[in-house]
């Protein structure tokens, strides 16, 4: 069964980083991309960095651009986002989620979801 996991929010103060893992079980094979969204309260659902089976990896929100970085590790089945000077506003709880073939920036187009991980951006 394909499960999603991800690992690494927690407290940060602004201007912090964090590098955040989704770690994919139970579908080693094939073609997908992993996206990451956030979820802050009260708000809705958004795209932030996805990464495709071929490397590619389009940005998804323009606030993070030059700030998040995404990166996949096929051997280990992990994609992971690094967060760089993070600001108030990312705090969010974070999720990653895979589709087949290419990346897309609607959460709908996305099978399989993580639990989400924590991230509070605060001094």
């Known amino acids: 069964q394909l499960q999603l996991v991800e690992s690494g929010g927690g407290l940060v103060q602004p201007g912090g980083s964090l590098r955040l893992s989704c770690a994919v079980s139970?579908?080693?094979?094939?073609?997908?991309?992993i996206g990451w969204f956030r979820q802050a309260p009260g708000k809705e659902r958004e795209g932030v960095l996805c990464?495709?089976?071929?490397?590619?990896?389009?940005y998804l929100l323009d606030s993070v651009k030059g700030r998040f970085t995404i990166s996949r590790d096929n051997a280990k089945n992990t994609v992971y986002l690094q967060m760089d000077s993070l600001m108030p506003d990312d705090t969010a709880a974070y999720y990653c989620?895979?589709?087949?073939?290419?990346?897309?920036?609607?959460?709908?187009?996305?099978?399989?979801w993580g639990q989400g991980t924590q991230v509070v951006v605060s001094s």
């Open positions: 139970g579908f080693t094979k094939g073609n997908y991309a």
């Open positions: 990464i495709s089976n071929g490397g590619g990896s389009p």
């Open positions: 989620a895979l589709r087949y073939f290419d990346c897309s920036p609607y959460a709908s187009q996305y099978y399989y």
